[in-house]
Nanobody, 120 residues
Framework: QVQLVESGGGLVQAGGSLRLSCAASGSIFKINAMGWYRQAPGKQRELVGGITNGDNTNYADSVKGRFTISRDNAKNTVYLQMNSLKPEDTAVYYC??????????????WGQGTQVTVSS
């Protein structure tokens, strides 16, 4: 079983920055890709961006140029650096991981989410 734990959420003023972390643990053989999603109240969960184990990244248009995803493969951790935050970035942020577990079976796991609130 693979667990993901996010941290770093909180309350910030518009224009400010936050850095989220997501650490994966458990029976991991290999993580292929990790990503960040968010869900605002009353809205569907949407992709923020992702990163492969080759450090290729992709971002939603709404966060391009403001958010940066990086990962530390040795720590099985992915980061989301969020700059120039806007009130519309307010949401619960979730990370996920797509990989192979120690039984050589594919896994797709989600974290529990961390709240990000941006005040105007």
């Amino acid at each position: 079983q693979v667990q993901l734990v996010e941290s770093g959420g909180g309350l910030v003023q518009a224009g400010g920055s936050l850095r989220l972390s997501c650490a994966a643990s458990g029976s991991i053989f290999k993580i292929n890709a990790m990503g960040w999603y968010r869900q605002a109240p009353g809205k569907q969960r949407e992709l923020v961006g992702g990163i492969t184990n080759g450090d290729n990244t992709n971002y939603a248009d709404s966060v391009k140029g403001r958010f940066t995803i990086s990962r530390d493969n040795a720590k099985n951790t992915v980061y989301l650096q969020m700059n120039s935050l806007k009130p519309e970035d307010t949401a619960v942020y979730y990370c996920n991981a797509d990989g192979i577990n120690s039984l050589l079976r594919r896994f797709y796991s989600w974290g529990q989410g961390t709240q990000v609130t941006v005040s105007s």
